[in-house]
């Protein structure tokens, strides 16, 4: 360095003492949380949150993302009065007249199952095996009956695109299980309507926004890019990234607090910790043939193999979206609702149950809360009449998801919608009770957990929230 540099002076037993203290608490972080036994988070003010709050039921969450919403009253909420009234046109602000449609009844049959009776229709032969394992809350309730604030509320709480997603928060207040792998991962064919917004950070630190990976091929080279890198090992990797970081921790002593420079110092460490764990946790081939099958060859049933696996490795939450190659919202059933159900029935019913019967088997569903839905519901009215198969139109005052295992109560049917399932009216869940419910699940109470920017301090579920201990084993 020259004697005109202002640049402080730095001998190299300095710099390697200093880089190498803050690696050691980095790893000191990530091993006392994974041994459950510490996990803070911190809000931009310094003020650290100890987390969990109290003891957690679930240490994971696995998102199973029904992307345009499923029909209640096909699904899980049978509704008989449909029939008798078939065809009468509802009253009422929230009917949309079109084209004169009325009332039109599910063609599936419903009946109860397992040990519990709990109901849902022909369209689950698989799921309906897992019975006493599901809690369907056919009370949900949500703000808006349009896809993309629908989506956003869902994720995130909020109409808008201005605030962190669940799996965010689930990162920022509980980190990885797993140092060498993304705390948040989203798979996704394609992208939604709304797109990377579901899962974004927001204001959070980077290192909590979703790390999306496309599965319409689960090549692991495909699912995530430069997995390995062509020309060196890893020993002379490891020796670059060294001088990258001390080069940049000289850079941070400059510049305190800038958070960017940290998230890239991390995410260069993460992208080389990847390269030897994501190269077994997302190749589904090391899979047995006969696992492979029981999910499905599909996109979404290998998704759901695939998320079983990142669970096992220790990623906190996992979202699976439901997105087909030509439609990015699959379920959104305008037109031939009763054909649509039965081929996206068929193909989410088996890679769910398989699901759910691989974590128990493994003895992994106790602490991995597992949850199906999508963004509303569907209209128990038709939105066409004049069609020989007519679809639903949105519906957001009542409709239906089910959560499984993380310390929900198996068997359990969990609050009611109208004879017709127009509004749900005993038990009632908002979307920001669901998400309280999920943070309650997981340790945290989402009134304490809270990251202060622009001047107020932010949380999950706004100023909203309450947990549904009913459902809670």
Known sequence: ????????????????????????????????????????????????????????????????????????????????????HEGEQPTGDLYRKNSGSGFMPSPF???????SGVVMSELFPHLSRCADDLCVMRSMHTYVPNHEP??????????QPIRPSLGSWMSYGLGSENQSLPSFVVLCPGLPVVGPQLWSNAFL????????????????????????????????????????????????????????????IQAMELAFQMQREASVAFDVQREPKHVREMYGETTFGQSCLLARRLAEHGVRCIQVY??????????????????????????SDRASAALLTDLKQRGLLDDTLVIWGGEFGRTPYAQNDKKSDPGRDHHHT?????LAGGGVKGGLMYGETDEFGMHAVHNRVHVHDLHATVMHLLGIDHERLTYRYSGRDFRLTDVYGKVVHDIIA
């Not at 200093?18 to 459950?36: H, P, T, W």
């Not at 049959?109 to 040990?115: L, T, V």
């Not at 956003?152 to 709480?157: A, D, E, F, H, T």
Request: with cysteine; net charge positive.
């Open 1 to 84: 360095m020259t004697s005109g540099s202002t640049m402080p002076v730095m001998s190299r037993r300095r710099m390697l003492h200093q880089a190498g203290a803050g690696f050691g608490a980095i790893g000191l972080a990530g091993a006392l949380n994974s041994a459950g036994l510490a996990s803070v988070g911190k809000s931009d003010s310094g003020q650290p949150q100890s987390i969990p709050h109290f003891p957690p039921r679930a240490k994971r969450v696995i998102f199973l993302f029904m992307n345009g919403a499923p029909s209640h009253v096909d699904t899980f909420d049978p509704k008989p009065a449909l029939a008798k």
């Open 109 to 115: 049959k419903f009946r109860a199952h397992g040990e």
């Open 205 to 264: 630190p980077g290192e909590h926004q979703g790390t999306s990976v496309d599965t319409n091929s689960l090549e692991v080279e495909d699912l995530i890019a430069n997995i390995r890198h062509p020309q060196l090992n890893r020993l002379e990797q490891r020796k670059q990234l060294d001088l990258l970081n001390a080069f940049n921790r000289l850079h941070a002593e400059r510049r305190q607090n800038e958070g960017a420079l940290e998230n890239q």
């Open 322 to 347: 439901y997105v087909s190659k030509n439609q990015k919202q699959p379920w959104d059933t305008h037109k031939e609702n009763n054909k649509r159900h039965r081929e996206l029935c068929a193909d």
């Open 398 to 402: 009542g409709f239906s998801m089910f």
């Open 150 to 159: 629908g989506l956003l509320v869902m994720n995130s709480g909020n109409q």
